[in-house]
């Protein structure tokens, strides 16, 4: 048996104030989601929805609740939307009811604290030109859990507005869209607090997962595919950590903007291909790290525009296009301990200024030797090719690739550098590949 567990308000007031004098601390992100620790399904009251039943629909059962109450729907079609819930309550799908809205619009609308949404198949939300609509939309509220559930066909999958503490986990959530202006994000996150995102599938809509203003938040194994423009994309959304997610052959790749404080461990960048597309664009971000990711057959693995004291360590760039373009606006971030390996262009910049350090890495394409044995080169290597430069200025270059011509050129520039950057350059480049 589950109950609900408050947090005394005393307790909360007194964690809320903690949590704001440690804003900017590393145990900022960790005190905010202990705020969303104790909430869990309550078996007060149980109420049964069955087409057989008294009860028929879910909107009646919704509607017979009270705080604290648990609904079960039983399987079966419901044709219902609009479904509001404004009250704390627990509902469950018992062998998968679907939920068809018949393109009538959003299917729940939660303005509430502490409910609990698990086990349903929501579909057919339709579509809006003047207004956001999806399958499970919640505003203003705190600690709403979204629990296994299957979402396909809508135009926003859930939607967390202005709310804080709210738990999304292993829902499956898919649409078909092929036009960005006509489509919802998977998940959307607008002005949030501590949100634990952990599992999900997403598949098929603009952008898999979207944040702007959401701070202090986990974003975890989720597996983000085939939309239409980003796997994931957030702006002005600060102190974030993503671990472990899957972000694969989407049209743009991953965008990341106007943002500080973030922490992305483990990710898997894999195939996404187009003109313009990127394992990750960082633009403006600031005081952050990015470790243990992988970035895999990307057209560009990662492109950075205007960012700050970002430590960048023990990555996998394999089989890219270009691993990194580094615009000569960044400075201050370090590159140390990645393996570059079979990447066409390891590096590219647009200018000769360098603020930013690369010492440590292994690179596949150094040719340096080791006469003391030390596992590090004894020569330094310069990771941009002339060739890749000549490229980022004129696209159509590239039909010359592999050519003697070009091959001479790069050998010349390596042996004394006159239009790569002089000071851009690995001091220590490894002789084997990490081990990451």
Same mark, same amino acid.
């Given at each position: 048996?589950?109950?609900?567990?408050?947090?005394?308000?005393?307790?909360?007031?007194?964690?809320?104030?903690?949590?704001?004098?440690?804003?900017?601390?590393?145990?900022?992100?960790?005190?905010?989601?202990?705020?969303?620790?104790?909430?869990?399904?309550?078996?007060?009251?149980?109420?049964?929805?069955?087409?057989?039943?008294?009860?028929?629909?879910?909107?009646?059962?919704?509607?017979?609740?009270?705080?604290?109450?648990?609904?079960?729907?039983?399987?079966?079609?419901?044709?219902?939307?609009?479904?509001?819930?404004?009250?704390?309550?627990?509902?469950?799908?018992?062998?998968?009811?679907?939920?068809?809205?018949?393109?009538?619009?959003?299917?729940?609308?939660?303005?509430?604290?502490?409910?609990?949404?698990?086990?349903?198949?929501?579909?057919?939300?339709?579509?809006?030109?003047?207004?956001?609509?999806?399958?499970?939309?919640?505003?203003?509220?705190?600690?709403?859990?979204?629990?296994?559930?299957?979402?396909?066909?809508?135009?926003?999958?859930?939607?967390?507005?202005?709310?804080?503490?709210?738990?999304?986990?292993?829902?499956?959530?898919?649409?078909?869209?092929?036009?960005?202006?006509?489509?919802?994000?998977?998940?959307?996150?607008?002005?949030?607090? $501590? !949100? +634990?995102?952990?599992?999900?599938?997403?598949?098929?809509? #603009?952008? =898999?997962?979207? /944040?702007? %203003?959401?701070? &202090? $938040? !986990? +974003?975890?194994?989720?597996?983000?595919?085939?939309?239409? #423009?980003? =796997?994931?994309? /957030?702006? %002005?959304?600060? &102190?974030?950590?993503?671990?472990?997610?899957?972000?694969?052959?989407?049209?743009?790749?991953?965008?990341?903007?106007?943002?500080?404080?973030?922490?992305?461990?483990?990710?898997?960048?894999?195939?996404?291909?187009?003109?313009?597309?990127?394992?990750?664009?960082?633009?403006?971000?600031?005081?952050?790290?990015?470790?243990?990711?992988?970035?895999?057959?990307?057209?560009?693995?990662?492109?950075?525009?205007?960012?700050?004291?970002?430590?960048?360590?023990?990555?996998?760039?394999?089989?890219?296009?270009?691993?990194?373009?580094?615009?000569?606006?960044?400075?201050?971030?370090?590159?140390?301990?990645?393996?570059?390996?079979?990447?066409?262009?390891?590096?590219?910049?647009?200018?000769?200024?360098?603020?930013?350090?690369?010492?440590?890495?292994?690179?596949?394409?150094?040719?340096?030797?080791?006469?003391?044995?030390?596992?590090?080169?004894?020569?330094?290597?310069?990771?941009?090719?002339?060739?890749?430069?000549?490229?980022?200025?004129?696209?159509?270059?590239?039909?010359?690739?592999?050519?003697?011509?070009?091959?001479?050129?790069?050998?010349?520039?390596?042996?004394?550098?006159?239009?790569?950057?002089?000071?851009?350059?690995?001091?220590?480049?490894?002789?084997?590949?990490?081990?990451?």
């Amino acid at each position: 048996m589950f109950k609900i567990t408050f947090i005394p308000n005393i307790i909360l007031n007194y964690l809320f104030k903690f949590s704001d004098k440690l804003k900017g601390s590393r145990y900022s992100l960790s005190i905010s989601l202990i705020l969303c620790i104790g909430i869990s399904p309550s078996y007060a009251g149980v109420i049964i929805v069955d087409k057989s039943q008294a009860i028929q629909t879910v909107q009646q059962g919704i509607s017979q609740a009270k705080n604290g109450d648990t609904v079960y729907v039983q399987a079966g079609v419901y044709h219902e939307s609009k479904l509001i819930i404004e009250k704390s309550i627990t509902l469950i799908g018992k062998g998968w009811p679907v939920i068809d809205a018949q393109n009538k619009g959003e299917i729940f609308f939660i303005r509430s604290r502490n409910v609990w949404l698990q086990g349903f198949k929501l579909q057919h939300t339709g579509r809006s030109d003047l207004k956001e609509i999806g399958a499970v939309m919640i505003y203003d509220s705190y600690a709403i859990t979204v629990l296994n559930n299957q979402i396909e066909d809508a135009n926003f999958g859930i939607s967390v507005q202005n709310s804080k503490c709210c738990t999304i986990k292993d829902n499956h959530i898919k649409a078909f869209n092929k036009d960005e202006v006509l489509s919802g994000n998977g998940i959307h996150g607008w002005k949030a607090d $501590s !949100l +634990i995102i952990i599992g999900n599938t997403i598949s098929g809509h #603009r952008d =898999g997962l979207y /944040f702007e %203003f959401v701070k &202090n $938040s !986990l +974003i975890w194994r989720n597996v983000s595919t085939q939309n239409v #423009r980003y =796997g994931i994309h /957030f702006m %002005f959304s600060n &102190n974030n950590t993503y671990i472990g997610n899957i972000f694969e052959k989407n049209e743009a790749g991953v965008a990341v903007m106007f943002s500080s404080k973030i922490q992305m461990y483990n990710n898997y960048f894999y195939d996404n291909w187009g003109d313009a597309t990127y394992g990750i664009l960082l633009k403006e971000i600031t005081d952050s790290h990015i470790s243990g990711n992988s970035f895999v057959q990307n057209t560009i693995a990662l492109q950075m525009e205007g960012c700050s004291r970002i430590m960048i360590f023990k990555n996998k760039f394999i089989n890219n296009g270009f691993a990194l373009k580094i615009q000569a606006s960044c400075d201050d971030n370090a590159f140390t301990s990645n393996n570059f390996i079979a990447n066409t262009f390891d590096i590219a910049t647009n200018g000769t200024l360098v603020l930013n350090t690369f010492d440590g890495n292994y690179w596949d394409k150094y040719e340096g030797y080791d006469l003391d044995r030390n596992k590090i080169g004894d020569i330094s290597f310069h990771p941009v090719s002339l060739y890749s430069m000549i490229i980022a200025h004129n696209p159509a270059a590239l039909m010359l690739f592999r050519s003697f011509m070009v091959t001479l050129l790069d050998k010349s520039e390596k042996l004394m550098p006159i239009i790569t950057p002089e000071s851009l350059v690995d001091h220590f480049p490894h002789m084997k590949p990490f081990d990451l």
